[in-house]
């Protein structure tokens, strides 16, 4: 097209009826010229100021051609903005013609001509996140249908909203703030909860962009919201964790990005409401709490915890009554997705557990109090045997002050006969780091010899003492009574029973004699045991109780029988029967005390273990339940894996485990696999040992002992299986045998409620589907509330789930000759307790205006304890044209033109 050759009138008529939008510039880019096809596409707005560049009507496409000469020799893609009419965008393909000497001339092939249209518009509309486009004034210039849906509105009708008026829980002041920070930043995201009405709201996640385009804005939102619940099985589940919550022992508050709270159980408003004396409600933000007083609400800990971190802290309240005085509070982020939701404070009554600490203290202090000033001789070797440290005792018991032994060598004060021996017994003591008794002559520096029973064990390895610590004991008038005693063993040695005899006339009353049967019992030799204090009796933890009845034995003499318990040389826990009783001189007074022991373990440590084992497991969930317990009987039968096994169809479920030291344990878990078949056809209690050959797969990994204990069901059918696996040897199969048999009810328990929790969520499933496909119109109804708690369907008889959600509005469309027949049935219906499912036919009004004939089916599905219905599960069946066929039937002819009369 060449314009110079045409004069001006042919031109301008040529120019202004193309039928393409035409724009002249000067090289410099500066508007010489607009047709009218252009001026109608860029508005009146920009004709006014047509004398500036070119590069202003159009986005940052252009914006980087610095002159004439960097124009691409191919037509380009571009947005006019921001003028375009209605204030929208248009995009086009830029041509234009470089031939003119002075001019540029630029054509607009208007591609889409209008706004959002194209791949973007196809994009926009079917993304799963809803999407708003934003003015500089705030107000939504676009929406997608996603964004509708979230929000429950029409896309109509948020095209006139403000975005501010979408967060209503804000203040205005708030409001503005948080605009200014977006437009400053460029960038916003956050959580909140949206109130779609009385009955429902939504859980909103957003993130915001300034000036995606020029002037505009972006905000994407999802909705987080947990599904809506529908049916009876569904909400009974979701009541039962509202339970939880509601009834848990600690304090939970939930809090917003912006550090308000959202929500929290009744128990932990309360108490914060008696700490502070004012109510505390919904949207009261953290800096408030910590403001008055209550450091544990900390902002710098909730800007920590935003960024993923867990924070664990303890506080003394200054507020606090003699019932809760501290707390322990968690600080951690609530996630969906990888992504923080929000935060939640939990907050532990830990004040039994700070006092408990106080208590162990004190007891510390007393010990130490005890240690400084006991009767015994206590000494601090290290690895050579030099003395370390010694107690103020030393200084009665063989004439030597602490100072005067600090440093010297432990052997050299021992009779030259017997340094040989103890000094062997010294060396077992450090290669096997066990326990010794040994009795043998000290001699001090003055010369004097005194005969001590000493008890080393070795504690270099605890980090407290480390070094090996002798317990002392004078028992030089003791050996003088020994040949005495020698008579009475050979009576009482063969008794079944062990007895102890103890000398009451010696300081801190030595046991002098024990029958064989002593060893037997306790696992002690006889020489280890005589010359200890009597306390042996007690244990080496007795209890108050036990030191009264011991008390009125000496005070009183009064013989007593307790039980007490006590550990055997190998370290084996059992509790032993002690009878004492005292023996008098002939002129009274107190010489001996007597004690028969036996051993009570059977009977009592299944009870006080199985304690210990399952402590701190009962409130945990399912899956740290397995945890917990695998850990717990892991440690505390040292064994190095524990694995609970469900068996199913086909295969199997490791519900939970724990490991030590050596790698996973990763054998095949298909049931035709030599191993588990021979496990599984196991009854009972069973332990392999050499069988373990036979499985390479573990043999070789070390593992040489296996004791397990098959889980049956009430049908008597193989449900699991309990293993414990060790390197080692388990030491007492019998008692493990009693945990597992214990603790195997538990986890059938747990095993069934699993598969209830499954099989609940599936007829969950099941109900859902089946009642939204039904022709019936299907709905729960709660009498104490009377109010709808589940439809079927949206629309019914014309009105909208919403319009019938309360049963008086139900009674207000039953037809008026039927309304005393209605009520009269309900009457009778409920007050029925045998009752649970019954039916009426009644007539009920459309919104139309006509009547319809209905079946009204019903059944109870819950009640309270007393029997009064709860929920009623209602199905409701048309039947207009049934009963009108069935009164054609009955009338006489020519009475046929009647009958739909009746139902108008």
């Not at 030393?394 to 021992?414: A, D, H």
């Amino acid at each position: 097209m060449v314009i110079k050759n045409l004069d001006k009138k042919g031109l301008n008529l040529i120019l202004e009826s193309a039928p393409v939008p035409l724009i002249i510039t000067d090289r410099a880019f500066s508007v010489l010229y607009l047709n009218r096809k252009a001026k109608d596409l860029l508005g009146e707005e920009y004709v006014a100021l047509e004398e500036d560049s070119l590069l202003e009507i159009f986005s940052q496409d252009l914006n980087p051609i610095p002159s004439y000469n960097a124009l691409p020799d191919s037509p380009s893609r571009v947005l006019i903005a921001p003028y375009g009419k209605e204030g929208k965008f248009y995009e086009s393909e830029l041509i234009y013609d470089k031939s003119g000497d002075q001019t540029l001339h630029f054509w607009l092939n208007e591609k889409q001509g209008g706004f959002l249209k194209g791949d973007f518009a196809k994009l926009f509309d079917s993304v799963l996140e809803g999407i708003f486009l934003i003015g500089n004034d705030g107000i939504i210039l676009e929406a997608n249908p996603a964004a509708a849906k979230i929000y429950n509105l029409s896309i109509d009708t948020i095209r006139n909203i403000n975005i501010k008026d979408l967060f209503p829980h804000q203040t205005v002041e708030d409001q503005k703030s948080y605009w200014r920070g977006f437009m400053k930043n460029k960038f916003i995201d956050g959580f909140y909860k949206y109130k779609i009405s009385e009955e429902e709201v939504r859980y909103i996640q957003f993130r915001g962009v300034a000036d995606f385009l020029p002037g505009i804005h972006l905000a994407v939102f999802e909705d987080v919201t947990e599904m809506t619940n529908t049916g009876k099985a569904y909400r009974s589940s979701a009541a039962s964790l509202n339970a939880i919550f509601e009834n848990s022992n600690e304090l939970i508050f939930l809090f917003d990005l912006h550090a308000k709270i959202v929500t929290a159980n009744t128990k932990a408003f309360k108490w914060l409401e008696e700490l502070l004396n004012t109510k505390v409600v919904l949207g009261t933000p953290l800096e408030d709490l910590e403001n008055k007083g209550l450091s544990f609400f900390s902002v710098s800990f909730f800007e920590e915890v935003k960024k993923g971190l867990t924070l664990v802290k303890e506080y003394e309240l200054s507020l606090a009554t003699n019932e809760l005085s501290w707390v322990e509070v968690d600080y951690f982020p609530v996630f969906e997705n990888e992504v923080v939701l929000g935060i939640c404070i939990k907050i532990t009554d830990i004040t039994v557990r700070k006092r408990t600490q106080t208590v162990l203290e004190e007891k510390e202090a007393r010990f130490r109090s005890l240690f400084l000033n006991s009767s015994d001789l206590i000494m601090v070797l290290d690895e050579s045997g030099t003395i370390k440290y010694s107690s103020p005792s030393s200084s009665r018991i063989i004439q030597m002050s602490p100072e005067e032994l600090s440093g010297k060598k432990y052997l050299s004060f021992v009779h030259s006969e017997e340094k040989e021996n103890l000094n062997n017994r010294f060396e077992e003591i450090l290669l096997n780091k066990i326990q010794v008794s040994v009795e043998h002559q000290f001699i001090s520096e003055s010369g004097k010899t005194v005969y001590v029973d000493c008890i080393f064990n070795n504690l270099t390895g605890d980090p407290y003492v480390q070094g090996i610590v002798v317990n002392m004991r004078d028992i030089s008038e003791s050996k003088s009574r020994e040949e005495y005693l020698l008579l009475l063993e050979r009576a009482i040695d063969n008794s079944k029973n062990g007895v102890i005899i103890t000398d009451f006339l010696q300081e801190d009353n030595p046991i002098i004699y024990a029958n064989s049967a002593i060893e037997e019992i306790t696992g002690y030799p006889i020489d280890e045991v005589v010359g200890k204090n009597s306390e042996f009796l007690l244990g080496p933890e007795p209890n108050l109780k036990n030191l009264k009845q011991k008390a009125e034995v000496k005070n009183n003499s009064v013989p007593v029988r307790t039980v007490v318990k006590s550990y055997k040389k190998d370290g084996t826990l059992f509790y032993k029967e002690i009878s004492i009783s005292p023996v008098y001189n002939t002129e009274g007074g107190l010489t001996n005390l007597i004690g028969i022991l036996n051993d009570d373990s059977e009977r009592i440590i299944a009870e006080k273990s199985l304690l210990e084992v399952s402590k701190g497991i009962e409130d945990n969930n399912s899956s740290a339940f397995y945890a917990s317990l695998a850990g717990h009987l892991g440690k505390h039968f040292a064994a190095d894996q524990v694995l609970f096994i469900e068996r199913e169809d086909g295969g199997m479920i490791i519900k939970g485990q724990w490991r030590s030291q050596f790698g996973e344990f990763t054998i095949s878990d298909d049931l035709k696999n030599p191993f588990w078949s021979r496990v599984f056809s196991e009854t009972s209690f069973f332990h392999y040992e050499e069988e373990l050959k036979e499985f390479p797969e573990i043999y070789n990994k070390g593992i040489r002992n296996l004791c397990a204990l098959p889980l049956t069901g009430n049908s008597g059918n193989l449900i699991g299986v309990i293993l414990l696996l060790r390197k080692g040897k388990f030491l007492n199969h019998a008692f493990l045998e009693i945990i597992l048999n214990l603790l195997s009810l538990r986890l059938l328990a747990e095993f069934e409620r699993d598969r209830n929790i499954s099989a609940l969520l599936s007829s969950e499933g099941k109900f859902r589907s089946l009642a939204e496909n039904s022709p019936d119109i299907i709905y729960i109804i709660n009498l104490e509330e009377r109010k709808i708690k589940y439809f079927n369907r949206d629309k019914i008889f014309g009105f909208s789930a919403t319009d019938l959600i309360y049963s008086d509005a139900w009674e207000r469309i039953v037809h008026p000759d039927d309304v005393n027949k209605v009520a009269r049935h309900w009457n009778k219906y409920l007050k029925s307790k045998g009752v649970d499912s019954a039916s009426i036919e009644y007539r009920l009004k459309h919104k139309n205006g006509y009547y319809e004939w209905v079946n009204n089916r019903h059944v109870i599905i819950e009640r309270d304890q007393g029997g009064k219905p709860l929920n009623v599960l209602l199905n409701i069946t048309v039947i207009t044209n049934r009963k009108k066929s069935r009164r054609c039937f009955k009338r006489k002819p020519g009475t046929v033109d009647g009958i739909d009369r009746e139902y108008k």
